[in-house]
């Protein structure tokens, strides 16, 4: 034999030697004494997520706790979660934990591929509660509608254009709740520019007033609901004599409009927009 041929022989030998090994190896299972910090060596992103977003999948289990094995010995080595996660309510889900929970290595990076509102109510029960006792078109949504990523909210705006150009996202809030729109309430320090957004004649007319009442916020008067209205007496008391009173049973007889009082001369004002009429937001 010459110097070549057996070179080659014991190289062939050798890659022989070292192929049956690592294949043995795989085959009795013994996973070439594999440790999580082998993984990253050939796996590059399950590594860097479990590193960046793993939360307990990081620090409570490592790799292999749920990789166990690894081929060609072991065909399937793919967990499955109810081997470590049992007896709670939220997880007899219809769905798969992954329709959910999209990645197991970032185990609370969550994001709703399909629409949904059911598996929510294990843990949310208030809100259902809300859009279901008060109805309203936000009502017949999915929750996932609006919430696509868990724990995010989304702003008013992204689906409604504003009432006018005074009021930012951040003031729906002033007099809607997400989950019972139509239920407009207020605190009574609300600026009255955002009334004056639907009711501009009224708003135009008190400012124009040289009557204390001028310097009141809409919201002072027509207190806490839309649409609430006071009486005089709520805030004077019975102010004159009840001779007059008897003869005059409405003070607006006198102070004509409470947005514009004692304006003798002036018509009787059309306050409120007609029924339906409120400027369209979207
Ligand atoms: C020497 C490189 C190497 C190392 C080290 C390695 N793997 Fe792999 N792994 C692979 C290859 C190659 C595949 C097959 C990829 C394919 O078929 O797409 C794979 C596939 C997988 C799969 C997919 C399951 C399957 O059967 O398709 C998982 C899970 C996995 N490895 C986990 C691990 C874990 C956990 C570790 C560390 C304990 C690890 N690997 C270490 C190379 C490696
Ligand atoms: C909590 C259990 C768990 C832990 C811990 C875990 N994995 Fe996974 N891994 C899974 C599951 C479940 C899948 C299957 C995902 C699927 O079907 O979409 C998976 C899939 C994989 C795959 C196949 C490719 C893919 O993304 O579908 C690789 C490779 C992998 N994991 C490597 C790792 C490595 C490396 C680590 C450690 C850094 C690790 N895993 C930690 C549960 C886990
Ligand atoms: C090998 C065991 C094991 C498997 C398999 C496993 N987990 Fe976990 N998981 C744990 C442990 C341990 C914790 C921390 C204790 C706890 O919260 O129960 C945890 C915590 C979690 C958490 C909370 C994370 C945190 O930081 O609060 C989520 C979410 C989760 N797992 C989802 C899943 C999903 C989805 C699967 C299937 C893809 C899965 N797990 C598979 C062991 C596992
Ligand atoms: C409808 C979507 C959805 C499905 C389906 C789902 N989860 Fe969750 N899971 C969540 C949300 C949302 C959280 C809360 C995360 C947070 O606190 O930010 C959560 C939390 C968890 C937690 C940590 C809190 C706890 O209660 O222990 C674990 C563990 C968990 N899920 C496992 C699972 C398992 C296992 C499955 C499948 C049997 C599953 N989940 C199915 C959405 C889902
Ligand atoms: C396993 C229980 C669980 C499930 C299922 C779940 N959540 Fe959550 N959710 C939580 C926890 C825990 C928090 C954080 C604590 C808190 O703020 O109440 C949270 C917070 C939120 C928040 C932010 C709350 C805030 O005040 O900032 C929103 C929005 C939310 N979840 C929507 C959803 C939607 C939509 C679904 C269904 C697609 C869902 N959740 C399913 C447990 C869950
Ligand atoms: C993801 C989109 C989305 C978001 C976010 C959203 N809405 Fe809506 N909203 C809708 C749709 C769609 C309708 C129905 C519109 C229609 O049919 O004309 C609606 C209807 C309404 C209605 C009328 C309800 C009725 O029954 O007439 C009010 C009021 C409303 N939204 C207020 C709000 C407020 C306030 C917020 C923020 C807290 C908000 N919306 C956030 C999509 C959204
Ligand atoms: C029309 C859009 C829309 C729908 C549908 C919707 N939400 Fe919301 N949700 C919001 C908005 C906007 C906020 C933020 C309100 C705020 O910041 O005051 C919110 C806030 C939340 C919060 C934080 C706490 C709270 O009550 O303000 C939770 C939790 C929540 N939603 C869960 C749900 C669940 C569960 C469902 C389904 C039953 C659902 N949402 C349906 C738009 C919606
Ligand atoms: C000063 C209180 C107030 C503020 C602030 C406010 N709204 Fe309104 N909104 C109302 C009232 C009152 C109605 C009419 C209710 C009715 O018609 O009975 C209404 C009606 C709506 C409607 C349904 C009617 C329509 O226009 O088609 C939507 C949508 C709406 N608001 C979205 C918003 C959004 C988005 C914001 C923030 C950018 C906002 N609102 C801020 C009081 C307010
Ligand atoms: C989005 C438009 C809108 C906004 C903003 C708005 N309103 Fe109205 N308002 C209306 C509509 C529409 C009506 C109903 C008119 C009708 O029924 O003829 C109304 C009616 C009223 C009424 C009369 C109810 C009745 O019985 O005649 C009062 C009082 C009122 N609004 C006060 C306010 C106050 C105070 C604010 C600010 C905190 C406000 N509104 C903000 C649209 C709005
Ligand atoms: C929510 C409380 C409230 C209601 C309701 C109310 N007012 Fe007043 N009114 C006031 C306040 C506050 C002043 C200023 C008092 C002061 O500074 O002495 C005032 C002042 C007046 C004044 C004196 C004006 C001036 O410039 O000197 C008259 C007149 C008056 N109100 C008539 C009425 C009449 C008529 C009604 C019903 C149509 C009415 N008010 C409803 C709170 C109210
Ligand atoms: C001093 C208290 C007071 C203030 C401030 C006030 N209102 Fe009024 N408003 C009333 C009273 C009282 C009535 C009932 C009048 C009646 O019965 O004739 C009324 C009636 C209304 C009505 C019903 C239509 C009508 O005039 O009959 C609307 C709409 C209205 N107010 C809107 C507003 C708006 C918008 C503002 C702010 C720009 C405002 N009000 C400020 C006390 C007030
Ligand atoms: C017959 C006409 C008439 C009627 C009805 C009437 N007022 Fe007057 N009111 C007057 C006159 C006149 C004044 C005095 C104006 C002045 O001094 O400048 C006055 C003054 C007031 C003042 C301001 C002066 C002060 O003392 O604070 C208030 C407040 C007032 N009235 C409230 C009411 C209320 C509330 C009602 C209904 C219960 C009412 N008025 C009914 C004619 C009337």
């Known amino acids: 034999m ?4 057996l070179y080659g022989l014991a190289l062939f030998a050798a890659c022989f030697i070292v192929m049956f090994t690592v294949s043995a190896a795989f085959a009795a299972g013994e996973q070439m004494k594999l ?3 082998d993984c990253a060596k050939c796996h590059e992103k399950q590594p860097q997520d479990i590193e960046s977003n793993g939360s307990k999948h990081k620090t409570a289990i490592n790799c292999q706790n749920c990789h166990a094995g690894h081929r ?3 065909k399937n080595n793919i967990p499955v979660c109810s081997q470590c996660h049992q007896g709670k309510p939220h997880f007899q889900q219809k769905i798969s934990c992954l329709s959910c929970h999209t990645n197991p290595h970032t185990p609370l990076k969550i994001t709703f591929g399909t629409p949904m509102t059911e598996p929510c109510l294990t843990c949310h029960t208030s809100q259902i509660k809300q859009l279901q006792e008060n109805k309203s078109k936000h009502s017949s ?3 996932t509608d ?3 990523v868990h724990r995010k909210k989304p702003e008013c705006t992204q689906c409604h254009k504003p009432h006018s150009a005074d009021i930012t996202a951040a003031d729906c809030k002033k007099c809607h709740k997400a989950h019972m729109p139509k239920v407009v309430t207020y605190a009574a320090d609300t600026d009255s520019k955002y009334c004056a957004a639907c009711h501009k004649q009224v708003a135009t007319t ?3 007033s040289k009557f204390k009442h001028a310097m009141l916020n809409c919201a002072y008067c027509h207190q806490e609901k839309h649409k609430a209205i006071p009486k005089c007496q709520d805030c004077h008391g019975a102010k004159h004599p009840d001779g007059i009173q008897a003869k005059f049973p ?3 007889m006198c102070h004509k409009s409470p947005h514009d009082l004692n304006n003798w001369t002036a018509a009787p004002e059309a306050a409120a927009p007609a029924k339906g009429k409120a400027k369209k937001t979207h």
């Open 2 to 5: 010459n110097r070549k041929l």
């Open 35 to 37: 440790s999580p910090s």
């Open 72 to 74: 060609p010995s072991s």
């Open 141 to 143: 949504k999915n929750c």
């Open 146 to 148: 609006c919430h696509d």
């Open 206 to 208: 008190l400012a124009a």
């Open 250 to 252: 409405q003070c607006t």
